[in-house]
């Protein structure tokens, strides 16, 4: 999130040079619901970086845990001292503790993919949109039927076919998520080739790989920002889904997907925390880049620029 | 016309057939289902005559040779762990899972429209913001999530609506067994359907709203509102008709992923359809059952897409099919 660096309220000065991005920030500083949001975000990264030293407990040390505790309610007294604000789930865990580790595992696994995808996905679709011909047919068409079946059912297929494990789930989400990035880099592409500018660096003899890289990636980023920020929510969400359905992450690495999976069994005796809260963290997690992807839309629309 | 229907067509094998060689190979690397479907205490004769009952010490070529062989005859192999043909067994979950499939779109459908036009037409009153508001969060909620907190507060809470399974069933036609007939059965329905209808409903909103905010400001609209007409014949007949067309297109090709999403729905309520059964095969290994599910969904997939493209072009004389690339 380095383009949103907090800008001084530039108001139209008598048009004093801006960056690009010193723009960006303060066109996106403009609306409040998207700071809103952003400062949400911060707060997640915040905790899910921070686990180990803002957490009451480590709820993975074992010694730490006693099952006399199991499954209090929101706010009940911990024996040596504390409280559990959040209550405790059935092995005696802090639920608080929980979610701020579970936070760690979904953002680290949707980060992971979105990064990984986001670089087969830019060389792909570049790849294809400079060369043409046979290699963008293929590429295309293989985007194509992709995209054409939902991501929760290649997912599964993946899951089905390679078996379970977090390399895999990420594996699952690359192969997902590459398709959306290809495509929209490459309509990006095809639009910056016919410019001046690159014909120029054609004229200068550069090597294929400089323009592609030097020339044409950086002027395709502003699309590819807002696609990569929404595809970040979107793979955080599919993994908890799968870990829910118990096919995602090992019991080993659990995720906010496998807390609201534990959770389950005791929701019908009335004991909601144990999937209500980790719900509720996966939520505050996917509406807040939601609420940035939205702004960084609009602000990073050439159509829309002021 | 005809010859794009056959050319999709013949390209829909293919892709059918890519898919069937992709993820019975795929499947098949999972892990041997020898050692999960035969009791281990079971002598060495006794796993032999297991094995070359399952056809499972063929190699793999001919395993996969024997399955396309059935497959052109309707038979997709027999489950692993129900012994009985997997085809049958996805066939019959297959009411249960377009029941909830349908009744999901009819309320994302019911709703989506009205919210949608109402916040395109008043984009800046209070409701058209909520209503904006709510679509971002229908976007946002995880679907799986939303149907715990559906029972948690519907059934737990407030104990007005069973939590998991299907209800007693009618025969509609005398052949497809449904719910919603029986006020029983309905109540059973209803938590399901609305978990899964949220999604679309978030995406019917903001289709219909951007739609309608585009065509209010088209000329023919001017020109009706010049004619004279009534504020609801202009919105009724002239922006609904012609922001019906993308939300047609849309209603279809999602209705596949509506079926797609039932899978995680499904788990939720203990819903018995072809997608809690592809979640416990895949934890079984049956893979006959999801080899046969799998070619079950793509090929409704092929037809579906097929199918909106072509309604697509009888609805909208501007598109010309024969130029879309084929």
Sequence with gaps: MSTVLPAPAVKPVPRAPQTPLRRVASDFLENPVAVFGLGLLLLVIAAAIFAPLISPQNPYDLAQLDVMDSKLPPGSKAPTGGTFWLGTDDQGRDMLSAIFYGLRISLMVGAASTVLALVIGLTMGLTAAYFGGRIETLIMRVVDIQLSFPAILIALILIAVLGQGTGKVITALVTIQWAYYARTVRSAAMVEKRKEYMEAARCLALSPARIVFRHLLPNCLPPMIVVATVQVAAAIALEATLSFLGLGLPITEPSLGLLIANGYQYLLSGKYWISFFPGVALLVTIVSINLVADQLRDVLNPRLQR | ?326
Aim: avoid cysteine; glycine fraction near 8%; charge should be positive.
């Design chain 2, 1 to 326: 016309m005809l010859v794009y229907v056959i050319r999709r067509s013949m390209q829909s094998v293919v892709v059918l057939f890519a898919m069937s060689l992709l993820v019975f190979i795929g499947v098949y690397a999972i892990g041997n289902p020898i050692d999960i479907l035969i009791n281990p205490q079971a002598d060495q004769i006794d796993r032999e005559r297991a094995i070359a009952a399952l056809g499972l010490d063929k190699p793999l070529w001919e395993q996969y040779a024997v399955f396309l062989k059935g497959a052109l005859t309707g038979n997709l192999g027999k489950s692993f762990v129900h012994a009985t043909p997997a085809l049958g067994l996805i066939l019959e979950r297959m009411p249960a899972t377009m029941e909830l499939a349908i009744a999901a779109m009819v309320i994302a459908v019911a709703l989506g429209i009205p919210l949608g036009l109402w916040a395109g037409l008043k984009p800046n009153g209070i409701a058209g913001r909520s209503i904006m508001a709510g679509s971002i969060l229908g976007f946002s909620l995880p679907t799986f999530w939303v149907g715990l907190m559906l029972i948690m507060v519907f059934s737990v809470m407030l104990g007005w609506l069973p939590s998991n399974g299907r209800g007693p069933t009618t025969m509609l036609l005398g052949i497809i067994p449904v719910s919603f007939l029986s006020w029983d059965g309905l109540s059973h329905l209803i938590m399901p359907a609305v978990n899964l209808a949220l999604f679309k409903l978030a995406l019917l909103i903001r289709l219909t709203r951007a739609g309608t905010r585009e065509s209010l400001m088209q000329d023919y609209v001017k020109f009706a509102r010049a004619k004279g007409l009534t504020n609801g014949r202009v919105i009724g007949v002239h922006v609904l008709r012609n922001i019906l067309i993308p939300i047609v297109t849309v209603i279809g090709l999602e209705f596949g992923s509506v079926i797609a999403f039932a899978i995680v729905t499904e788990s939720v309520f203990a819903w018995p359809g072809m997608g809690k059964l592809l979640i416990d095969s895949i934890n079984l290994l049956d893979r006959p059952v999801i080899v046969s599910y799998l070619l079950v969904i793509v090929a409704l997939f092929i037809v579906i897409n097929l199918a909106v493209d072509v309604l697509y072009s009888a609805l909208d004389p501007r598109v010309r099919l024969s130029e879309a690339k084929g």
